[in-house]
């Protein structure tokens, strides 16, 4: 009885290996699926991202399908390589692939006694496998098919890899959560540090994330986070990685994240917009010339950008403090019984002329941007409306005017919920224009110190319009000079009317302005609308000295492994738009705005005491408010409003140029002047003027008409009333004002 058992067992056992056989034999021929050769093994790669830095060196982006960085093993160090080891394959060193130890382990504690703690039998080796290529279903077979299919792929992956490359294209594999895919691009998203920097306990969080990335997900669980380093402490611990007292101190500590979102909350991600179309751009550039195939999210490449990550920081902070202050008092005043019934007069119109009607009321949960943190709330779509008008938005820009290099670049509040670029926002530029009038009337031959007429003027062609200065005062004469220094209204469209139109409209567009300028005594004090890259291009040309220029983005593009693929070589244009020498009037002209007109607070308020030009402005009704500064070396443009010009301040003391839009630029340059690497990167003094050309700025601010003179322009030319005769006392344009007598009666003195 016991020989026939025996006789049957042994058949059994023979038949159970021969399907056995014929299943192994099944699978290593292809019947489940195309298994994949050493030499393919060998040529695999993972997908990696793009890489994206700063003029400094600092990561500020990355284009990927998969955000993944590759590394090589010896960038890993040895906490990670070690708690690896301990938690997932602490046999890894010593089986080629398929640990059978582990294998009886699984069999017999966790299929045959159902333990289901007894741990998984899967090697390093074998998840790699599975990474790299991932599962298929074949029904009730699926586990064990592909269990095998990867066993055979880990057999062959150690053949043709060693245990140091296999550990590092495994590290590159893993998924992490949060579409975050191989340790690099997790250290940086929970660390915000690359993975040779990793402390032993950061490097047990990531390790940890392993067995389930949701469930242990540091941001989301931190909690669970803990218990799973702790646990994988405890395995190092037990394979002498570390002792019992470095194990104790660990797992005592507190869960310490620096959280790095790159995609939604990075540094530059309007101006990762730009870097993604130019380097697009360039790519099929270079696969044109050299049939050779790049593809930006998947290339693993390194793009080198001409942004300055210090000077973009710099300016981040100052949105945050000062646009924070700004925003709680716009709010303020749109919550006043006024203000509220303004807005929802304005929504209700909006709401009729784009028909929608359907659950406007109806309250659901949004997310409402706010500098104090995103708000959650229970919101209609009505009050979200409300809410998001009231917003202001700001564009911040800055340039090499020498060679175009951007050197930073804030495109708006919050890219994830504000995508529009405010860079490139078409808005009234306001008293911004006036350097380009003043800039006409000096290449047509008008000098520093001639003088413009200050007196009422009343345009009967255009409505009785009546040009009013800032101050509201009037009559006497400004210089050239000062009338640009003070931002006076009066003088400058006096100025406006005796420059040919041609000259301005000429100069206007061959400083790269795209829209039309209408030949209107308005425009003269900036009815037209620009952008702030457009202005910043069209500032550029006073500090090189006339050459427009093209804004840069790209220093270079290069593969992973340093081979370079374009270099950009920064040719300065010599296309002059203006001569030197109006170039050089000007900015005299516009440091004098900066020590003693509009932009003085830079000094006096903000302590700021850098080689500066600039000029402020601000749009009819403060609906917008602007500022540009620029030196030899570098240019900034920054302007501040809400979406809809009918929401704004109701007066300068928070809407004007200099309040609302210079302390941007103020906030920013107080800590570049503390920063001594950038202040000499950027800030060199102006060249100072030739002898013959002082002359040419030795004059007074204003000249005051005499009491006599008064009295007869109050009884004859008091207001203007014809366009005609504005235009003839704009006409008067020498050192010395001609006497009351020979203006009133044609007569000499």
């Known amino acids: 009885?016991?020989?026939?058992?025996?006789?049957?067992?042994?058949?059994?056992?023979?038949?159970?290996?021969?399907?056995?056989?014929?299943?192994?034999?099944?699978?290593?021929?292809?019947?489940?699926?195309?298994?994949?050769?050493?030499?393919?093994?060998?040529?695999?790669?993972?997908?990696?991202?793009?890489?994206?830095?700063?003029?400094d060196k600092e990561l500020i982006g990355k284009f990927?399908?998969?955000?993944?960085?590759?590394?090589?093993?010896?960038?890993?160090?040895?906490?990670?390589?070690?708690?690896?080891v301990a938690t997932e394959d602490a046999r890894f060193f010593k089986h080629g692939g398929i640990d059978t130890q582990s294998l009886f382990r699984v069999l017999i504690k966790t299929v045959i006694l159902k333990h289901k703690n007894s741990g998984g039998g899967s090697t390093i080796s074998q998840q790699l496998a599975k990474n790299m290529y991932g599962r298929n279903d074949y029904g009730l077979l699926s586990m064990p098919v592909n269990k095998t299919k990867e066993m055979i792929l880990a057999n062959r992956l150690e053949d043709i890899y060693s245990k140091n490359e296999v550990l590092a294209m495994y590290l590159n594999t893993i998924p992490f959560g949060e579409n975050v895919y191989g340790i690099e691009s997790a250290s940086r998203r929970y660390f915000n540090k690359s993975v040779e920097s990793l402390k032993i306990e950061e490097a047990a969080v990531l390790i940890g994330m392993l067995k389930a990335n949701t469930y242990y997900n540091p941001r989301r669980y931190p909690e669970n986070a803990v218990k799973r380093r702790n646990v994988v402490l405890g395995q190092m611990y037990k394979y002498d990685y570390v002792t019992k007292k470095e194990k104790d101190s660990l797992q005592s500590l507190s869960l310490q994240m620096d959280y790095s979102n790159l995609e939604s909350e990075g540094p530059a991600n309007y101006f990762m917009v730009q870097v993604n179309k130019e380097a697009e751009k360039i790519l099929k550039e270079i696969e044109l010339r050299n049939d050779a195939i790049f593809d930006l999210k998947t290339s693993g490449l390194v793009i080198e950008t001409t942004l300055n990550a210090k000077l973009q920081d710099y300016a981040l902070q100052a949105y945050k403090s000062h646009l924070g202050k700004m925003q709680k008092r716009l709010q303020r005043r749109y919550k006043t019984l006024w203000g509220r019934k303004y807005l929802k007069k304005l929504i209700d119109k909006e709401i009729k002329k784009l028909k929608i009607t359907k659950e406007i009321d109806k309250k659901q949960k949004r997310e409402l941007f706010s500098w104090d943190g995103f708000i959650i709330d229970s919101i209609s779509v009505r009050d979200s409306l409300q809410y998001d008008l009231t917003l202001l938005h700001a564009g911040f820009f800055a340039l090499d005017p020498n060679n175009g290099a951007v050197k930073s670049w804030v495109g708006g509040i919050d890219y994830r919920t504000h995508p529009y670029d405010q860079i490139y926002a078409q808005r009234q530029i306001a008293s911004t224009f006036k350097p380009i009038l003043y800039a006409a009337a000096i290449q047509n031959g008008t000098l520093p110190c001639d003088y413009l007429s200050n007196d009422s003027i009343v345009f009967t062609d255009y409505d009785n319009w009546m040009p009013q200065n800032y101050n509201k005062s009037i009559g006497g004469s400004y210089s050239v000079a000062a009338s640009l220094a003070k931002s006076m209204n009066i003088p400058t469209v006096n100025l406006f009317l005796q420059t040919p139109f041609e000259v301005v409209e000429n100069t206007w567009k061959n400083l790269g302005f795209s829209q039309e300028l209408i030949n209107s005594p308005a425009s003269s004090l900036g009815t037209a609308n620009a952008s702030i890259y457009e202005l910043a291009i069209?500032?550029?040309?006073?500090?090189?000295?006339?050459?427009?220029?093209?804004?840069?983005?790209?220093?270079?593009?290069?593969?992973?492994?340093?081979?370079?693929?374009?270099?950009?070589?920064?040719?300065?244009?010599?296309?002059?738009?203006?001569?030197?020498?109006?170039?050089?009037?000007?900015?005299?002209?516009?440091?004098?705005?900066?020590?003693?007109?509009?932009?003085?607070?830079?000094?006096?308020?903000?302590?700021?005491?850098?080689?500066?030009?600039?000029?402020?402005?601000?749009?009819?009704?403060?609906?917008?408010?602007?500022?540009?500064?620029?030196?030899?070396?570098?240019?900034?443009?920054?302007?501040?409003?809400?979406?809809?010009?009918?929401?704004?301040?109701?007066?300068?003391?928070?809407?004007?140029?200099?309040?609302?839009?210079?302390?941007?630029?103020?906030?920013?340059?107080?800590?570049?002047?503390?920063?001594?690497?950038?202040?000499?990167?950027?800030?060199?003094?102006?060249?100072?003027?030739?002898?013959?050309?002082e002359v040419f700025f030795d004059c007074d601010d204003f000249i005051e008409d005499s009491d006599f003179e008064k009295f007869f322009e109050a009884i004859f030319n008091n207001p203007e009333t014809t366009t005609d005769k504005a235009s003839k006392k704009a006409k008067r344009k020498t050192k010395k004002k001609k006497s009351f007598f020979k203006r009133l009666f044609g007569k000499k003195d």
Do not use: C
């Open 1 to 55: 009885m016991l020989k026939k058992l025996l006789k049957l067992f042994l058949k059994l056992f023979v038949f159970i290996a021969i399907l056995f056989g014929l299943f192994l034999a099944s699978i290593y021929y292809g019947a489940f699926g195309y298994l994949f050769t050493k030499t393919e093994l060998k040529e695999f790669k993972n997908e990696s991202a793009s890489l994206v830095y700063s003029e």
């Open 64 to 84: 990927f399908d998969e955000n993944r960085t590759n590394i090589s093993y010896d960038q890993l160090p040895k906490s990670v390589i070690n708690a690896l």
């Open 538 to 693: 069209a500032y550029s040309t006073f500090a090189n000295g006339g050459s427009k220029i093209e804004p840069q983005i790209i220093k270079s593009i290069r593969t992973s492994d340093g081979k370079i693929l374009y270099k950009n070589k920064f040719i300065q244009s010599s296309d002059e738009v203006i001569t030197k020498e109006t170039s050089q009037m000007m900015n005299e002209m516009l440091q004098k705005v900066m020590r003693e007109g509009t932009g003085s607070s830079m000094k006096s308020v903000y302590g700021v005491n850098l080689p500066l030009a600039g000029k402020t402005g601000t749009s009819q009704d403060y609906a917008d408010a602007w500022f540009v500064t620029y030196n030899p070396n570098l240019v900034i443009v920054t302007r501040v409003g809400a979406s809809m010009p009918t929401i704004h301040f109701a007066s300068g003391l928070n809407g004007a140029g200099s309040t609302l839009a210079m302390p941007l630029v103020a906030k920013t340059l107080q800590k570049v002047q503390k920063n001594s690497k950038l202040k000499e990167m950027y800030f060199t003094a102006f060249p100072k003027l030739q002898e013959e050309s």
